[in-house]
Every structure is written in C-alpha cells, then in structure tokens.
C-alpha cells in the first residue's frame, strides 16, 4: 500500500508497551522507576528529531537483526502530530511530538493504520511506540518552566547518536568535543610528539564515550571499510591506514539533548579513560 494513499476510517487500534505504563503517572514516579525511566528517555532522544528523519541507533526494545544493519526513518502514526519546542531565534530546533487535535492539518506521511502497520513491520519498529500512554510517558519529561509551561530544552552538553548495539563503534571528531560534550572530554591530548601518545573519543555501540589512545585506530577494521549509505560497511581494498588521517565521524551524526543510553550517561559523569600499555623495553633503555 502506498504511503501517499487516502485516510482511512478504521478506529485507532490498541497495541502493547514495551513494559507496563501506570495510569495517574506522575514524573516522580518515572524517576523511581529505572526502566520507565529508560523509557521515558528513549521517548525524549526519539521524538526530538522531526518526522522523516533518519536515524542509525535503535533502543532495545525495537527488533535489532536485520533492521539494526540499515538506517530506519521516523514517521508519526496518523494520531499523532510534531511540534517545535521553544527556542532562540537561529537556535537549535529540537522537536517533540502530542495527540493530534481537531484542526490540526492531515497527517504528512503514513495517513492510515494500515500503512501505519505496515511500515512498522517492514522496518522492525514496534507498532505501539508512539501511543497515547507512550507519548503522555514522553511529554512527562519535557523541559518546563515552574507554570508548566514547555521551555527550550539544555544545548549543552550534547549527547552523540551510537551505532546499534553490536553495531561498531566510531572515532568522535575533536571539532565537537569542546563544542557538544561535556567538560571532562575538553581536555584530552590531541596533539603530542609522539601519536601513540594521541587521544580522541570513542562512541561504543553501547553508547559510551571513552577516551582511548588515537593510534589503534589506524589499524582498526575502520579505517578499512567504508559505509555503504545505508548504514553498514563495505570493504575498501585500496585503502591504506594513513597514521595523519584517520575516519572520524561528528557533525553529520545526529546528536540529542537527552542521553541515548544508560552507558552513554554514567560515562559522561565521571572520567573513564583507557590508557595505551607500552610492552618491551622503554626509551630509557630498562624494560617495563
């Protein structure tokens, strides 16, 4: 079925939460619990990209193999529309999503259930994910002011988009560290006589940004590949590693004012660095 066809007539249909959602919930409740919370973040990191939107990164709670080794795209269901949250005139848009109203115009994209199902299916995305109790869950944990009233939502720190679990992990660009992320990652040594002594940030497939030594990424499977456009790799044979040049990734990731993972949020809070092991025997002529 095309997703250009007529609205239908058929009534909203109910389809299962990843977990069970409480009625009566309240913000205080979704903190004491972890996995609502979780949830409720993954909610946050989702809807705030606009409709048609394409993403790398799943959450758990979405089918992973074989959809995690393609990119997937957002669409609204027919119930439910995008909105702007508040922000600086040429500042970051960052958007979210509520129950369509009467008055609101026809939906863009998927314009009946069935489409709506469809592509659900076809792109392993659980059919239920932006639902009435989904999207109350969500608009829990949008930024207000004390009148409740929605604000513009933290443009610092940034947080980057992982692969999907299992997926790889990629070289963050040193142009976005003291731009997008946290403070503990501003002074890590980007420059040094020697590159092994070099550093970046990595993004793991769990999200997590650690600061590693540069130098085993030049001969990392990386740097031998690259992506296929629809968000895999492909080999390339006539590559060869070029210790001044290694693939970073950044700017054309997508980056979210909310934490992707658990991983990705504790990382940011304290410092975790791996540090390069030299064996054999040190400048200084002793062995280590």
């Not at 960052?94 to 792109?123: A, F, H, I, N």
């Not at 990424?217 to 990386?222: A, E, I």
Request: hydrophobic share 30%; proline share 10%; aromatic share 10%.
């Amino acid at each position: 079925m095309s997703l250009n066809s007529s609205p239908t007539s058929k009534t909203t249909p109910s389809y299962e939460t990843p977990i069970p959602i409480p009625p009566d919930l309240t913000q205080s409740l979704v903190l004491s619990s972890p996995r609502l919370h979780r949830l409720q973040q993954d909610l946050l990191v989702l809807t705030s990209f606009n409709e048609n939107s394409t993403l790398h990164w799943r959450p758990s709670w979405f089918a992973q193999d074989p959809h995690a080794a393609s990119f997937w795209t957002l669409y609204n269901p027919p119930n439910v529309v995008t909105e702007l949250l508040p922000h600086k005139k040429l500042g970051r848009l960052v958007y979210t999503r509520r129950m369509r109203r009467e008055g609101d115009e026809e939906p863009m994209y998927v314009k009946s259930w069935e489409q709506w199902e469809r592509m659900c299916d076809l792109r392993g995305v659980p059919r239920g994910w932006l639902g009435e109790e989904m999207i109350g869950l969500m608009r829990l944990g949008l930024p207000r002011d004390l009148k409740g009233n929605l604000v513009e939502p933290p443009t610092f720190p940034l947080y980057p988009e992982p692969q999907p679990p299992n997926r790889g992990r990629y070289i963050l660009s040193p142009s976005t560290y003291t731009t997008h992320l946290p403070t503990k990652f501003h002074n890590i040594c980007l420059t040094a006589a020697d590159v092994e002594d070099m550093q970046v940030v990595i993004v793991h497939s769990n999200g997590a940004l650690v600061i590693e030594p540069r130098f085993e990424y030049f001969l990392h499977t990386s740097q031998w590949t690259h992506y296929s456009g629809t968000g895999g790799y492909l080999n390339d044979a006539r590559y060869v590693p070029d210790p001044d040049v290694v693939k970073e990734q950044g700017i054309g990731r997508r980056w979210s004012w909310v934490p992707w993972t658990t991983e990705q949020e504790e990382s940011c809070c304290g410092l975790l660095v791996k540090l390069k092991v030299r064996v054999g025997r040190a400048r200084g002529g002793r062995g280590l």
